[in-house]
T-cell receptor
Framework: GEDVEQSLFLSVREGDSSVINCTYT??????LYWYKQEPGAGLQLLTY?????DMKQDQRLTVLLNKKDKHLSLRIADTQTGDSAIYFC???????????FGRGTSLIVHP | SQTIHQWPATLVQPVGSPLSLECTVE??????LYWYRQAAGRGLQLLFY??????ISSEVPQNLSASRPQDRQFILSSKKLLLSDSGFYLC????????????FGPGTRLTVT
């Protein structure tokens, strides 16, 4: 079945850029998403990208998609302590409206 | 704008007791609705999803059940809770049809003692 993999932890210094990586296996993936979960809260959709795009930028967030390698990344510029959270990568294909989620990457931002 | 509500926010229940968690969505019609459980390992486990009133699909066989009595209401239930039912329960909705990004509620923290 489909699988989405992420590293579990990332630690960065405040003001640096963070890059969170994700790989997926479903070659028919149509939509790819990044969600953010703060402690004790639900998931918040940050951004999504269609599989026919290779980049999407939204303020401090840049999403890069390498469809050939099935690799998705989320770059956060000028990382702040408020960016500390768990970031989930997810994908869905046109044939299924149910996304497959990765296990989440815990981003820790230290001064 | 659309909003999603879940209650209660936290719940402590003894083993063997019943459970009822409620989720409601406002500002949209005919949404797809989902129940997830997030255990200590952080991954999201899809429990149930629904594409319409009375239409429930179960992803994982267990002692939980779900119902959708109204278009924008989704209920998660159990007749007898197990210790392993402890976790963070998340309800979500997505547009039907369309780009299938999901919008999550604030979650319910369930502790079974």
């Amino acid at each position: 079945g489909e699988d989405v993999e992420q590293s579990l932890f990332l630690s960065v210094r405040e003001g640096d850029s963070s890059v969170i990586n994700c790989t997926y296996t479903d070659s028919s993936s149509t939509y790819l998403y990044w969600y953010k979960q703060e402690p004790g809260a639900g998931l918040q959709l940050l951004t999504y990208i269609f599989s026919n795009m290779d980049m999407k930028q939204d303020q401090r967030l840049t999403v890069l998609l390498n469809k050939k390698d099935k690799h998705l990344s989320l770059r956060i510029a000028d990382t702040q302590t408020g960016d500390s959270a768990i970031y989930f990568c997810a994908e869905s294909s046109g044939g299924s409206y149910i996304p497959t989620f990765g296990r989440g990457t815990s981003l820790i931002v230290h001064p | 704008s659309q909003t999603i509500h879940q209650w209660p926010a936290t719940l402590v229940q003894p083993v063997g007791s019943p459970l009822s968690l409620e989720c409601t969505v406002e500002g949209t019609s005919n949404p797809n609705l989902y129940w997830y459980r997030q255990a200590a390992g952080r991954g999201l486990q899809l429990l149930f999803y629904s594409v319409g009133i009375g239409q429930i699909s179960s992803e994982v066989p267990q002692n939980l059940s779900a119902s959708r009595p109204q278009d924008r209401q989704f209920i998660l239930s159990s007749k007898k809770l197990l210790l392993s039912d402890s976790g963070f329960y998340l309800c979500a909705w997505s547009k039907s049809p369309g780009v299938y990004e999901q919008y999550f509620g604030p979650g319910t923290r369930l502790t079974v003692t």
